[in-house]
């Protein structure tokens, strides 16, 4: 089933060199080779209907074929061993903690554009910026309480870090669903292995969301705020929410009443605490930000900047996740922290910059043009596979909006072996950890792998046709 | 010079509302030429009212009025003490075009944005205001006021809140605030930065536009000599008879109200801004206060039947804006 297993020169997640598979990856390897493609194709089986019958999906966007769908699957499970984790995880701390300084700073001494850190007009120019939350002190001076920071491994097998997630990452119930998909499917294989628990996810969320509840010492009511049933995560809102045993509420749930906030309930009204907010800044207020907004609670700002009410997260991380602010977390983690980084950033050209913009405009065609703004992969130019009259709007595009677009040389990604038919075949990966801050900040043990589904794709978002696997981090003992 | 204001905003609906979440920006500022010795603040339904100071430095005042309610009212009385700076034009030494600024925040009055929009047309108007070579801000500055006052006329009822200074750069009309933008984009078009100012104007025995509602006039910075205030619709420096309550960068960061309510409603709004000058002010005024009025709202079983709306959910209105010295019952909607 490996036998015409291709390593293309690329960083292979499982192989050291062709047929030789890493000592960590043995077990599995062994495995799956036993059980042949005949049982391989009945599990799979077994895991599609696992996911049919739970209703796991998501939303794509612009797409004529049907909107919810499937999140698609690959049973190989990705491992990352414990020593190569814990550098991993100690980068990640590293980073949100630099991060959170970030946004407490930006919106209160800014001592970073003070001394040159960075350049204000980035800042200042930034659409994420928000003045509204210049002066608010808000709870505990956690600003990102949820993030979600993907990694990539380059050729040499360095993990890079490619964005931060500060807004409202989403993707985690995908990693709880496949493990627990996995579990079933792969009972004997999860005993032997010996892989990290991610499972206690909702409840670290919890805490985290309990930390900063304006009433500490009463048993706070928590809320997960949801655009409602069109936004592409939605699955991901109600299943967060009953995880947590918390209520999922729309915006017209909420109101504001003599500085508090209010959830309607078949008994009255009832007092909320926390909102684990997945709802856009921009819409969640309509009396502060867009006015046409249906999905916010009007007045909201007003009883967060009073501190009746705690937002996660909260307003204005948006300039923590700019891809142009994006290449000075490096510079970030060493200001605030005095600390060299851990996990280094891709190379980034910012267009802004009139050096930058000029050898990104003469080198289009292998760089990786994106908007700074935009997640889920939208808007982007892969330079060495667009058609020249593409290459050419985008110059049009950054010539004339500067601000809103970086590049960033292509990324031989990584790949890890995926069933294809009755074989394997390498797939391009990267990972979404996922970092909770609140009382400390925890990692959960491994994220979402998410794969390109295609051979030779490097673009691996869900929106974009990605599919994800299941990613083992294993315990101490197994690499001693 | 000792200023009353009398601020009277009176919102009526066609049917009942619901849920109304409000801003104000109605306190005057407290700043070196003027100082804020009382501030009275009227609502109803009765509601408790906070304040907050927002990232301009303005005193906002929220509440919300939770029951069904068919009527706000808001009086806002500030008492202010004003001094003149006579003379500081004459002595500025800045020179146009201006260098490299030392404040890197001072970014936020050189953006365009909605309101103080960039288009062909202000191009031109700037062209023509241009000055080749060097010349003294102070000059340039009075220039460009005294055209912007030549070349537009003061006229209600022809733009409202919501409109660009674009629009008035096309037909060549508009009240103070389009007068205010105008000049705002003109200065920042030169590089020059300029902050939008809302307030009252007292206009005493003289005659100028604007008094007796809300004002609006632009403020511009002197890198010697800091923010100074010019008001282009009655072409002259700010003096000791403006009251400064609201600062932006245009005026969508300055509406004297701003609210959403729930419910099907035309709105209705009636303005009354009254001036007068005081002898003196007596102790027991000075301060601070907050006084509910007497206007009613109803439980649900009062008119059971007008609030279907009570059970649709897509049912939030913004409330009108308004702005400055607008007819006080133009309709938006």
């Known amino acids: ?480 | 010079m000792l200023l009353r204001t009398t601020h009277k905003t009176r919102l009526s609906y066609s049917s009942l509302i619901g849920e109304t979440v409000m801003e104000l920006r109605m306190a005057p500022r407290h700043e070196r030429n003027q100082h804020r010795l009382a501030f009275d603040l009227a609502v109803g339904p009765a509601t408790e009212v906070r304040s907050y100071f927002d990232w301009l430095g303005n005193t906002v005042h929220v509440f919300s009025i939770g029951g069904f309610h068919d009527a706000i009212e808001i009086v806002a009385t500030s008492v202010v003490q004003t001094t003149a700076r006579p003379g500081l034009i004459e002595k500025l030494v800045d020179i146009f075009p201006l260098g490299p600024l030392d404040d890197y925040a001072l970014a936020d009055y050189l953006r365009f944005d909605m309101l103080v929009c960039d288009s062909p047309a202000l191009t031109d108007f700037v062209q023509k205001l241009r000055p080749r070579g060097e010349a003294r801000l102070a000059e340039v500055v009075g220039q460009i006021m005294a055209a912007i006052n030549r070349d537009f006329t003061y006229q209600g009822g022809v733009t409202n809140a919501a409109s660009p200074v674009s629009e008035m750069l096309g037909h060549g009309r508009g009240v103070c605030q389009d007068f205010a933008h105008l000049m705002i984009a003109t200065l920042r078009k030169l590089g020059v930065p300029a902050r939008y100012v809302s307030g009252y104007i007292h206009a005493g025995r003289q005659s100028y536009r604007g008094a007796a509602q809300s004002h609006a006039w632009c403020e511009v910075y002197f890198p010697s000599a800091g923010w100074l205030p010019f008001d282009p619709t009655n072409n002259c420096m700010v003096g000791e008879h403006f009251v400064k309550v609201g600062l932006g960068r245009s005026y969508r960061d300055v509406p004297p109200h701003k609210g959403v309510f729930r419910g099907f409603a035309d709105e209705n709004i009636a303005v009354e801004v009254l001036t007068e000058e005081l002898p003196e002010v007596s102790n027991r005024s000075v301060g601070e206060r907050f006084t509910p009025l007497g206007i009613p709202v109803y439980r649900q079983s009062a008119r059971g039947a007008a609030l279907r709306w009570a059970l649709d959910e897509q049912v939030q209105q913004q409330q009108q804006q308004q702005n400055a010295d607008r007819p006080v019952t133009d309709k938006i909607r």
């Open chain 1, 1 to 480: 089933m490996f036998d015409s297993y291709e390593m293309d020169g690329l960083f292979d997640e499982m192989f050291e060199k062709p047929g030789v598979p890493r000592q960590f990856y043995q077990l599995v390897h062994q495995r799956l080779i036993t059980l042949g493609a005949g049982a391989l194709a009945q599990r799979r089986r077994m895991a599609d209907l696992c996911f049919r019958n739970q209703g796991i999906t998501f939303t794509v966007y612009k797409d004529t074929a049907g909107v919810e769908k499937i999140f698609p699957f690959d049973l190989v499970p990705r491992l990352i061993p414990a020593v190569e984790w814990s550098t991993i995880e100690e980068g990640l701390v590293q980073r949100i903690t630099a991060l959170n300084m970030f946004c407490h700073d930006i919106y209160h001494r800014q001592s970073i554009l003070r001394e040159k850190i960075i350049d204000p007009e980035l800042i200042y120019g930034a659409k994420m910026l928000r003045r509204e939350m210049m002066g608010v002190n808000v709870p505990r001076d956690i600003y990102i309480h949820i993030c979600g920071t993907d990694l990539i491994r380059d050729a040499q097998g360095r993990y890079l870090v490619l964005e931060d997630n500060c807004r409202s990452p989403s993707g985690v119930s995908y990693v709880l669903e496949n493990r627990a998909v996995m579990k079933r499917v792969f009972p004997a294989l999860f005993q032997n292995a010996r892989v990290r628990a991610i499972e206690d996810y909702p409840h670290n969320l919890l805490c985290a969301l309990k930390h900063i509840s304006p009433r500490p010492s009463e048993t706070p009511c928590i809320v997960v705020l949801t655009p409602g049933v069109f936004n592409s995560a939605y699955f991901e809102h109600s299943f967060l929410a009953r995880q947590m045993g918390v209520e999922l509420v729309e915006g017209r749930d909420l109101l504001v009443e003599n500085n508090f906030i209010y959830m309607r309930t078949t008994t009255g009204l009832k007092r909320v605490d926390v909102i684990y907010r997945r709802v856009d800044d921009d819409f969640l207020d309509p009396l502060c930000f867009r006015p046409d907004s249906f999905l916010g609670i009007p007045g909201v700002m007003n009883v967060y900047r009073m501190g009746n009410v705690a937002l996660a997260n909260a307003v204005g991380t948006g300039i923590a996740d700019d891809k142009a602010i994006y290449p000075f977390v490096p510079d970030m983690i060493r200001f605030y922290l005095r600390q060299e980084p851990i996990l280094p950033n891709v190379p980034t050209y910012i267009c802004a910059r009139a050096a930058d913009r000029q050898y990104v405009l003469e080198h289009l065609h292998e760089l990786v043009v994106k908007p700074t703004n935009e997640a889920g992969g939208y808007g982007m130019l892969m330079g060495h596979q667009a058609t020249a009259a593409e290459r050419g709007e985008f110059a049009e595009r950054i010539k004339s909006e500067p601000r809103n677009f970086i590049a960033q040389p292509v990324v031989q990604l990584s790949q890890h072996p995926g069933i294809v038919d009755s074989h394997f075949e390498g797939r391009r990966i990267d990972l979404r950890p996922y970092i909770l801050c609140g009382q400390r900040v925890t990692v959960m043990p491994g994220g979402l792998t998410r794969v390109a589904l295609k051979k030779g794709s490097l673009v691996v978002n869900s929106s974009q046709g990605g599919g994800s696997k299941d990613t083992w981090v294993l315990e101490e003992e197994d690499n001693a």
